[in-house]
Each structure stands twice: as structure tokens, then as C-alpha cells.
């Protein structure tokens, strides 16, 4: 048969913001190259550590080929393989015990983003659990405060193209490692710095983002807020802030000014450990440079005050007048874009109003029987990796562990997760089936096509929940559609910004960007408009009325407040909770995403595992002489959570008082057996029930 090659365009499956453009090879059925597409304005050729190999990833020995039943002891990992009828039935016998005895509710869904796509990615087994009647499973880990507090703060809008940022003057990146995070951001701020724009970095770590700044601010951990009202504080009293702007498209300065008034730059020093002159600097200057811009991270929401800071940096824009130009404003996700019909997606709760919501940060606590109701007899994993992603993760591992759970996932490969599954189910990777991609990091809508036929026995996550619903008698015609007619109606094709924009068109030319005003002239918020319930940037949030808000999106269709916790209408300031709250820990410990892994994937690949090298906790000389820490020794790294017995590297990248040790590691392949969220706690931020991984006290030992 004569060598047959195609060069097709596809999509990056992974949960980051670049969703890159890919061109993928495929020589007699098996795909051997996979590039970024040169002719992507915003992947333009370029494609980060993690993916370039992925025929690796997709053709790797131990990669799940055939459902597998377990053979060993929990957490064994041993498995037979088994057809997929024999699984389905395993499944429909145990669900029904389950649902007999005790009640849908006594199963739990957990899931996030492990594949991206609109129809495979956040909501695909939405409608299978609510069809059935489960527990709610609440997915608030990543950015669920972030989302809720710029919600709050400027409600659902793209607010800001990320191409547009080559026109900023002063660029703030904050709690952001772009160069690791969002590679494809950088070539942008980079052509702004090389037309003169200053870039501010502040992050208690000099990472390789903060390296290519103008200005590293290294901050303590957690008190982001304090800077940001500082920042208010000087912009006030100096008369730095855009009067008439503020006047007619905010609400509630009025009140701002006096809550200000006594967050002093010296006050912030003491806070944020970072010298009021300087405070006062970032603050002139950021007033100044027309436009400013502000690219905030995720690790901003991820302390007791977390949702606050986000909340007062989401309102310095508008104090300065900076949305009233290109390039100007706060760049966070600009996923509010794209018309994705959420609603039909997840599909209605029969018991909406009652249903028990558990976090997924509290799964630890679900599986112990820590919370009211049933208890939690059945789990079904997909899209995620708890044992590795979800803090106090001795109690993830112990639930996990239950012999009486039963307990399914559906993957790519045995992950720490998997290992303890009663069922594991093969899924497929992207270029096995077809999917079409939003972004939360640039404007276009990404095609992806299915170029190869799946592995094995591989199905995409759509087809996983289609066998299910059929087996439990779900009766859904949206299980009756193919994936090609989910397409068809999971957007609303008909929203202005689609205009233009068909299937057809995307299968035939890989992306589009959406149908808004060119790049050079986006600036949606010149006039106002924002938006929220008073159409105005909400200084004084009118949704804080409402408690503790959790933006909508994060659970399946369920809205409003749970517990009741108040949120201050105007941004405040909470210290860090668990930092320096107890002398036997006083460093403070961050958990931020590795350079070559994606989240928890490729941590099992040599290649990338190579690349990142094992799990170790980098500290500040300074620190370390104080313990008799040399650098590369044995040491233990402790709170009253977990230990774990790691390699110390000293480094001057890390602020004094900062222990840094990246997530993504798999504790079957580290030497603690454990990984770093061990030592994280489950305490939520806030606002929108974001987790605290900044605020997590450690104390280091050498090892005797
Ligand atoms: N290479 C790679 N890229 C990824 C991912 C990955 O795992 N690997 N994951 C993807 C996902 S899911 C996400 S959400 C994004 C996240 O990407 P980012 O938004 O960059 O998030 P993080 O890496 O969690 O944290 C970013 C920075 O915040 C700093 N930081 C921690 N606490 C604080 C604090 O209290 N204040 C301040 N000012 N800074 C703080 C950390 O030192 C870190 O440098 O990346 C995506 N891209
Ligand atoms: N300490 C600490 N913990 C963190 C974070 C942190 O910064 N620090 N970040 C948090 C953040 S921002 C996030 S987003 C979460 C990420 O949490 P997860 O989304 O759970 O992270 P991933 O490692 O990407 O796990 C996804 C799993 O889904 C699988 N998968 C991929 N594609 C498919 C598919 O198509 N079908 C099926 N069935 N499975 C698939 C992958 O193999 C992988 O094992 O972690 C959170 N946890
Ligand atoms: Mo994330």
C-alpha cells in the first residue's frame, strides 16, 4: 500500500489559556508529528515542553487500551481486562444496589477539565449525573474565585483581547508565570516591553516570567489585597485617578475613599513585606502610563483573602480610566467570549433546589462520611486526577482506599487515581475524536477533528456517558446524538459574535476568531457598559448582597449561595490565615503549576519528568543556612497535615520565608509517597470557595 501522509489542523486538548492551533501528521493511520500552527496569530508556530511529543503520549506502552477490572487490593493498581459490556454491567448492577439502598445522591461525579473540549471537557457527564439524580459535584479548584470576583466586580465580559496587549504601556503581571503558564502570551507583552511598555512582575518568586520583567516585586504570599488598596490609597489622595471615568461608569467610590484611607503605603509594607516607597512608585506609574494593563493569575484568588485581592485589582482599571483604551484594563479569562450553551449542556437537576453540593476540594472529607446526607458509596472520576489535584490528600488516598467504595475512572493511563478504581475505563486522546475548543486565553474558536481511529477500545468521554445513559435506562435524546449533532447545538450559533462563523467553515479552516471588533480596536469598555446588575465597574459589589458568591458556571446549573458566609461589598483586606498564624511553621509554602507538566498529566512520561525532575522543595539560602540545609540534602517538609521527605535546592528565586514546590507530581512516583498537596489544606478563600494554596504554613528539618 503506497505511504499515504496527511497534514491536518487540530486543536490542543489541555486546560490552559494558549488552546493552541496544532498541524498534525498522520502517516498510514498513525499520527507521527504534531506542530503549532505557523499561520495561528496566536499559537504562530510555537508549541510549549509538554506537547511536543505527542505520538509519545498517544502510542505510549502503558496508555489504557481495553476496560479493566480490578484483580488486586485497592491502590494496587492490578487489573484483568474485560469487555466493555462486562464493565457496563459491573457499573448498572452496582449503581442500582446503591441507588436502592440509599438513594442517587449516595453517588458523586468528580471531574474537571483533563481535556478541554466544549462537548468532552467540563460538562460532558453533566447530564448522565443529573439524569440520574446524584450528588452535585462543585468545581470551584481552579478559578472559581477569580471568575466570581471579576463576575462581581465587572460581571461576564471578554473585557480585553490578549493580542491587544502589544499596545499596553505598563503591563502588571500578577501571580502569573507567563513564559510557563501561558507561553503564548509572552510574544505579545514582549513587543509591548520592545515598544517601551515597563513590565511589573509581583510574585514572591523569581520564575523565569519575573526574570524578563523590568521590575520584580517580590510579595509575601497571600496579601495581595493590601497592596492593591495601597495602590487605591495613593491614586486617591495624589488625585492620580480618572475623575470623570470614575464618575460615570463606577459605582460605589464614594464609599471606596474613606474605606481607603487608612491603607497606607507604610500600612501595606508591614503587610506585604514589600518598601512603601516602592509601593507608592508601582502606583504613580501605573496611573500614569496610558494604557495600563494587568494580567492576573490564578494564585491571586488562592489565600483566606484571595477573592478580596482579585476583587480590589479588578477595580483598579477603572479608577485610573485605563479601560478607555486598547491595550488598557485587566486581562483575566476572556471565556465569557464565547456563546457556549452551558445550560443545555449540564441539562436540569431533578431536585435543583435540595441536592446536596459537595466541593470537590472536600472530596477527602466526602469520603470519610463528613457530610450530611448518604453516604458516598459510588465515585466516578473522568477529566481529573484527585489523588494528585485535591488537597489533604492523605484523606483523598485513605477515601479512595475504602474497600466498600466503588469506584470508577475513565483515562489514559493507570494515574494515582486509577490505581484504586474498581473499573477503569480507556478514553480517548484528541486526535481520536472530534471536539471543538473555547479559549480562556485568546479570542478564536479552535476545530478539532478526529484524524486517527481511537486505540483500542478508547472512547471519547461523550460516547462513555451515551453507553451509561443507555445502560441506566436514562432516557435523554441528547444521548441519542453524535458527536457531530452535539456540535450543532452545544453554541448558540446564532450570537453575534458567531456571525459568520459556521461548522462547515471551522472544519474547513481549523479556527476562527470570534466576530469582534478587530484586535487594534477592542476597547469594549471605553464608554462603560459594563455588564454587571448596575452596568458599572461595581467598586461596592451589589452581588455581595448574596453571601459567599460561587460563579454559576462551576456547578450544574445551580446558582446562589450555600452557606451563607458574608462577603464584604468593598474589597478588603484578610490577612493570611494559616502564615504566621503558628510559630512551628513559619514558611510559607506554594504549590504552583510545573513548567513541563500539565497539571497532573505527563508526570508519568520520562521525557517530561526528565525535564521538570523529581518532586524537591526549593528554599531561600537564607533559610536554609538557619536549618543547616545544604543545598541537594535530604530533608522533611512538614505541617501538622503530612511530611514529606524530599531534596532541599537553594535558590535565591525564592523570597526568604518561601518554600516552593511545584504540583503535578504523582505520589506513586515520589519518594515520599505523598505529593505536595499533603501539606495543602481543604479551607476555602473567600469568595466562590477557591482554594487556599497560598496559605499553607511548613516548617523544613534536614534529615537526620
Ligand atoms: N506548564 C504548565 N502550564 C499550565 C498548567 C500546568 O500545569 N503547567 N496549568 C494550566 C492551568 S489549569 C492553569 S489554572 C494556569 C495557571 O497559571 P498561573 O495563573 O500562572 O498559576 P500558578 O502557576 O498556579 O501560579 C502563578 C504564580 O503565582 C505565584 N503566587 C502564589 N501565591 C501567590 C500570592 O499569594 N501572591 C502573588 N502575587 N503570587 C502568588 C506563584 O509563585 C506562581 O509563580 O496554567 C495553565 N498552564
Ligand atoms: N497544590 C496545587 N493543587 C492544584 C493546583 C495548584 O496550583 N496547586 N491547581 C489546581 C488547578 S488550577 C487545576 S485546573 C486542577 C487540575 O486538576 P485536574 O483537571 O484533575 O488535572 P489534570 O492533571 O489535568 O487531570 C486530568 C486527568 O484527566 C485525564 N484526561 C485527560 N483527557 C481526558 C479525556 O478526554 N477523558 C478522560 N476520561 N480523562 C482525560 C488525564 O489523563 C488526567 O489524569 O488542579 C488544581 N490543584
Ligand atoms: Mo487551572
Excluded at 489565600?303 to 480590589?312: L, M, P
Excluded at 483523598?396 to 482506599?401: E, F, P, Q, T
Amino acid at each position: 500500500m503506497a505511504n499515504q501522509t496527511t497534514n491536518t489542523l487540530g486543536a490542543c486538548p489541555h486546560d490552559c489559556p494558549d488552546t493552541c492551533s496544532m498541524v498534525v501528521t498522520v502517516e498510514d493511520g498513525r499520527v507521527t508529528k504534531v506542530r503549532g500552527n505557523p499561520d495561528h496569530p496566536f499559537t504562530r508556530g510555537g508549541l510549549c515542553v509538554k506537547v511536543t511529543d505527542f505520538p509519545n503520549h498517544i502510542y505510549a506502552e502503558n496508555r489504557l487500551t481495553s476496560p479493566q477490572r480490578r484483580i488486586g487490593q485497592k491502590g494496587e493498581g492490578r487489573f484483568e481486562s474485560i469487555t466493555w459490556d462486562e464493565a457496563l454491567d459491573d457499573i448498572h448492577e452496582r449503581f442500582t444496589a446503591i441507588i436502592d439502598r440509599h438513594g442517587p445522591e449516595a453517588i458523586l461525579p468528580y471531574s474537571y477539565l483533563g481535556n478541554m473540549g466544549i462537548l468532552n471537557g467540563l460538562t460532558v457527564g453533566d447530564r448522565f449525573f443529573n439524569g440520574l439524580g446524584t450528588s452535585v459535584s462543585e468545581r470551584t479548584f481552579c478559578d472559581g474565585g477569580g471568575i466570581s470576583a471579576y463576575l462581581m466586580t465587572l460581571g461576564p465580559t471578554a473585557a480585553v483581547d490578549p493580542e491587544s496587549l502589544i499596545h499596553s504601556r505598563y503591563i502588571i503581571i500578577w501571580a502569573c508565570n507567563v513564559l510557563s503558564n501561558n507561553l503564548h502570551l509572552w510574544p505579545f507583552i514582549e513587543e509591548a516591553q520592545r515598544r517601551g511598555a515597563k513590565v511589573v512582575c509581583i510574585d514572591p518568586v523569581a520564575h523565569r516570567t519575573a526574570k524578563k520583567a523590568d521590575w520584580h516585586i517580590p510579595i509575601r504570599p497571600g496579601t495581595d489585597a493590601a497592596l492593591a488598596l495601597a495602590m487605591m490609597n495613593v491614586i486617591i489622595t495624589e488625585g492620580l485617578h480618572d475623575a470623570d471615568y470614575v464618575a460615570n461608569h463606577t459605582e460605589g467610590f464614594d464609599e471606596l475613599v474613606p474605606h481607603v484611607a487608612d491603607c497606607s503605603p507604610e500600612w501595606a509594607e508591614r503587610e506585604t513585606g514589600i518598601g512603601a516607597d516602592d509601593i507608592r512608585t508601582l502606583a504613580r506609574e501605573y496611573a500614569a502610563a496610558k494604557p495600563s494593563m494587568i494580567r492576573v493569575g490564578v494564585a491571586l484568588e488562592r489565600s483566606t483573602g484571595g477573592g478580596n485581592a482579585a476583587r480590589a485589582v479588578f477595580s483598579l482599571p477603572a479608577l485610573v480610566g485605563a479601560w478607555r483604551e486598547v491595550g488598557g484594563g485587566v486581562l483575566q479569562m476572556p471565556i465569557w467570549a464565547f456563546p457556549v450553551d452551558w445550560d443545555r449542556l449540564h441539562g436540569p437537576h431533578p431536585n435543583a433546589e435540595r441536592v446536596r453540593i459537595i466541593n470537590q476540594w472536600d472530596l477527602g472529607e466526602a469520603l470519610h462520611g463528613g457530610f450530611d446526607g448518604p453516604p458516598i458509596e459510588a465515585l466516578v472520576v473522568y477529566n481529573s486526577n484527585p489523588a494528585v489535584v485535591a488537597g489533604a490528600q492523605r484523606d483523598v488516598l485513605s477515601g479512595l482506599a475504602r474497600d466498600d467504595l466503588f469506584l470508577v475512572v475513565s483515562e489514559h493511563f493507570v494515574t494515582d487515581t486509577a490505581r484504586y478504581a474498581d473499573i477503569v475505563l480507556p478514553a480517548t486522546m484528541a486526535m481520536e475524536h472530534e471536539d471543538l475548543m473555547f479559549s480562556w486565553g485568546h479570542l478564536y474558536l479552535t476545530y478539532n477533528p478526529k484524524v486517527i481511529e481511537p486505540i483500542g477500545e478508547c472512547v471519547p468521554n461523550t460516547e462513555l456517558f451515551r453507553r451509561l445513559a443507555k445502560r441506566m435506562g436514562i432516557d435523554d435524546p441528547w444521548f441519542d446524538l453524535s458527536d457531530s449533532e452535539q456540535l450543532e447545538v452545544a453554541l448558540d450559533w446564532s450570537a453575534p459574535q458567531l456571525e459568520g462563523i459556521t461548522l462547515d467553515r471551522l472544519r474547513a479552516e481549523g479556527y476562527a476568531r470570534l466576530s469582534l471588533p478587530p484586535t487594534d480596536d477592542y476597547a469594549p469598555h471605553r464608554h462603560g457598559n459594563f455588564p454587571t446588575p448596575s452596568g458599572k465597574v461595581e467598586l461596592l459589589a451589589s452581588m455581595a448582597a448574596g453571601g459567599n458568591f460561587v460563579a454559576p458556571l462551576f456547578r450544574q446549573g445551580i446558582v446562589g449561595n450555600q452557606d451563607g458566609s458574608r462577603v464584604e461589598p468593598l474589597p478588603t483586606y484578610y490577612p493570611p490565615r494559616e502564615l504566621g498564624a503558628n510559630g512551628d511553621y513559619p514558611l510559607a509554602l506554594l504549590s504552583p503549576k510545573s513548567h513541563a507538566f500539565m497539571n497532573s498529566q505527563y508526570a508519568n512520561m520520562d521525557r517530561q519528568l526528565d525535564q521538570q525532575g523529581h518532586q524537591s522543595a526549593r528554599l531561600n539560602p537564607d533559610d536554609a543556612v538557619a536549618r543547616g540545609i545544604g543545598d541537594g540534602a535530604s530533608i522533611r517538609l512538614f505541617n501538622e497535615r503530612a511530611e514529606l521527605v524530599t531534596t532541599a535546592k537553594l535558590t535565591p528565586d525564592v523570597a526568604p520565608g518561601v518554600v516552593l514546590m511545584p504540583m503535578g507530581h504523582w505520589p506513586s512516583l515520589s519518594e515520599a509517597d505523598l505529593s505536595v498537596n499533603a501539606l495543602n489544606s481543604t479551607r476555602y478563600a473567600d469568595i466562590g470557595r477557591a482554594p487556599t494554596f497560598s496559605d499553607t504554613a511548613v516548617e523544613v528539618e534536614p534529615l537526620a
